[in-house]
Each structure stands twice: as structure tokens, then as C-alpha cells.
């Protein structure tokens, strides 16, 4: 319910915010810049960590056959459908109405109005638009306080819906998915601990003990609550009170960055996608992977910020390779933890591309 309002708001304050178009224009192709690296960086260290892995090897052909039987039932929901395709997909940027995108749950489109009433702010410059932008300031002040009193409630809903998903999870494929499991947060970590702290040290010269000291609160608050968007608001303040990055930009980056920038999720979906393949036998080779690569740095960008905002995206990718859409249900019993690791590092990634952009130099 607040995810929409919060996103508008806060993209169209930090656009707003930022006095002319010169700064918009350098602030966004810097955005851009870092986010398509990063991206490319993850994907390529997913591919990588699994191909040397192999989770999905092994596995005998009729077990897999009965597993994507049972799976199809759980996977149902996430696979119904087919997707727009590219040219649909980029079309689709743009919304014909805006209501009807925000109705739709479109979220990318949604941003992209936002963005052009930001930008509409700083061409029209009057007492009547400065009262608007006013009120939506207002708005994103209400939207980060209810946000606030729910996210009281995370802890005690997450550990609830482990214990339920431990207790309907089977036992006959646990080596496989444990293996899996490590290729996922082995990529995780090696973007998380090499990737980020030589970009912002290169960039911003922040020294790493400096960085996570700062957005610890942060990478917990996404660890707990899985969703990128419910992360936002501390983020923002980390960003301002941890890293001190200048409100205008740390609000433009981040925002953006909550739906655009998912690190994590393109690993996730790199990941998942060749071990499914290994796992049912399906042999991808380097030309395959490379599009899948693409695929995934692409389905990074517009990936709702909601906990299991990527499944969708990865059943689509898996329908593009060979493999059957409806395999994504056999890593749903794992999925809970990975999402929260991948939103941590989602997260984590936002704040260091802000760190990068702004261009501190002070070293930490």
C-alpha cells in the first residue's frame, strides 16, 4: 500500500531538489553509468561461481521429472502469463496512463511519471508549484512515518513465515539446493565484500571499515524485511546522517536505485537459471549464458522492490533458454533466505553507487 506513494514522492522531491537540468543530466548519466557496471559485474561473477559450482549436476533425470511435476503446482502463479517481449518491455517504460501503470503494479513505468513531474517541478519554477512540491514533501514525510510503525511488525512476521516454509519443505533434494545455496551467497559475497569497498575506495575514497560502518543499519533493516522499498526510508537517513552525501542526490540515486539497481538480483536470477538448466540437463553453452547475462542485467532493472519480486523474471528467463518455466518452484523453499541476502547486498549497492556519484573525497 505505501510502496507507490513513498517511490513518487521521493523521486519527485529528490528530482525537484536538485535546481536545474545541468545537474539532473550529470547526477543521472553517472547513475546510469554505475549501475549498468555493477550490474555486468554481478552477472558475470554469478556465471562464473556456478559454472566452477555446479549445484544441478548429478541429479538423476526421473527424479528431476517428478520434482518439476510437484513444482509446477507451487510455480503456478509466478509462470502464468507470457511476457511482453523487448520491444513491448521498453515501450512499456513509458505508461500510456499512469494511474492505470500504478494500478498494474508497474512499477518502472510509475517511476518514469514521477520522474517527468520532477522534472516538470524544475523547469516550472512559480509560488504555485513551489506549494506543490511543498505538499508532496509532505506526503513522503507521512509515507516514512507509517512505514516506520510497520516495519516494527518484520521480525515477528519473517520468523513466522520460516518456521512455516521449514516445516512444509521436504528432505529429497537438500544436497542440491544446499549446494546452490552457496553458489548464490558465495557471488553474494564476493560483490559485497571486493565489488563495493574498491568502488567507493576508487571513486570516493571512503575506505571500506568506513562504508559498512556507516550502512550497517541499513544492510540489517534489508536483511530482515527482504524488500528493497521497505529499506528505503532507512537508507535515505544512513545516507545523509552515515555517509553525509548530499540530500538531492542521495534521494534521486536511491530511489531509482531501489528499483533499477539490484546487484543482488541479478545474481540471484544468473544463479538460478544455469542450475535449474544443470539440474533438468540442459547444457547451455557460453552463448546461451552470455544471454542469459544480458537477460539478468536487464531483469535487474524494473524488478518490483517487494520480497520475491524476481521470481516472475526468472521463470521468464528459464522459458528463453529451454528450461521449463515451472522449475522455478523448486528453489521456493530456499528462496526466503536468498531474498534476504540479495536484498541486503540490492541495498548495500544503492548507497555505494550514491557514495560513487556524489564523489567524496575524504578517506575513511
Not at 512515518?145 to 533434494?173: D, Q
Not at 536468498?338 to 544503492?350: C, E, K, P, Q, S
Request: glycine share 10%; proline share 4%; net charge neutral.
Amino acid at each position: 500500500m505505501l510502496v507507490l506513494p513513498l517511490l513518487f514522492a521521493a523521486l519527485v522531491t529528490g528530482v525537484a531538489e536538485m535546481g536545474d537540468l545541468a545537474q539532473l543530466k550529470r547526477v543521472g548519466l553517472r547513475t546510469l553509468a554505475a549501475t549498468v557496471a555493477l550490474s555486468a559485474i554481478s552477472v558475470v561473477l554469478a556465471l562464473a561461481v556456478v559454472n566452477l559450482v555446479r549445484p544441478g549436476d548429478g541429479v538423476d533425470p526421473a527424479t528431476a521429472r517428478a520434482l518439476l511435476a510437484q513444482a509446477g503446482n507451487g510455480a503456478g502463479a509466478i509462470v502464468e502469463g507470457d511476457g511482453p517481449g523487448a520491444l513491448g518491455s521498453a515501450l512499456d517504460i513509458v505508461p500510456a496512463n499512469p494511474l492505470k501503470a500504478a494500478a498494474d503494479g508497474d512499477i518502472l513505468a510509475f517511476m518514469v511519471f514521477a520522474l517527468a513531474i520532477g522534472v516538470g517541478l524544475v523547469l516550472a519554477r512559480s509560488e504555485k508549484t513551489q506549494a506543490f512540491a511543498h505538499a508532496i514533501e509532505g506526503l513522503l514525510e507521512v509515507v516514512l512515518r507509517l512505514i516506520g510503525l510497520v516495519i516494527r511488525l518484520a521480525p515477528i512476521a519473517v520468523a513466522c513465515f520460516m518456521f512455516n516454509l521449514a516445516a512444509a519443505f521436504g528432505t529429497a533434494i537438500l544436497i542440491r539446493l544446499g549446494w546452490y545455496v552457496a553458489a548464490v551467497l558465495g557471488a553474494l559475497l564476493l560483490q559485497l565484500l571486493l565489488v563495493y569497498p574498491l568502488g567507493t575506495w576508487l571513486f570516493a575514497r571512503i575506505g571500506p571499515l568506513a562504508f559498512f560502518r556507516a550502512v550497517q543499519e541499513a544492510m540489517v533493516m534489508a536483511f530482515a524485511t527482504a524488500s528493497s522499498n521497505a529499506t528505503l526510508p532507512t537508507s535515505l537517513r544512513v545516507a545523509e546522517d552515515g555517509l553525509h552525501l548530499p540530500r538531492k542526490v542521495s534521494r534521486f540515486v536511491l530511489t531509482i536505485g531501489a528499483t533499477a539497481n539490484q546487484n543482488g538480483t541479478a545474481i540471484f536470477e544468473g544463479v538460478t537459471v544455469i542450475f535449474l538448466a544443470q539440474f533438468f540437463g540442459v547444457e547451455l553453452t557460453w552463448s546461451h549464458q552470455a544471454t542469459v547475462l544480458a537477460m539478468c542485467i536487464l531483469g535487474g532493472v524494473g524488478t518490483a522492490g517487494v520480497p520475491a519480486g524476481s521470481l516472475p523474471v526468472v521463470a521468464l528467463i528459464l522459458g528463453t533458454v529451454g528450461v521449463p518455466p515451472a522449475a522455478i518452484g523448486l528453489v521456493l523453499g530456499v528462496d526466503r533466505l536468498l531474498d534476504m541476502a540479495r536484498t541486503m547486498l540490492n541495498v548495500t549497492g544503492d548507497l555505494a553507487i550514491a557514495t560513487v556519484v556524489t564523489g567524496r573525497k575524504d578517506k575513511g
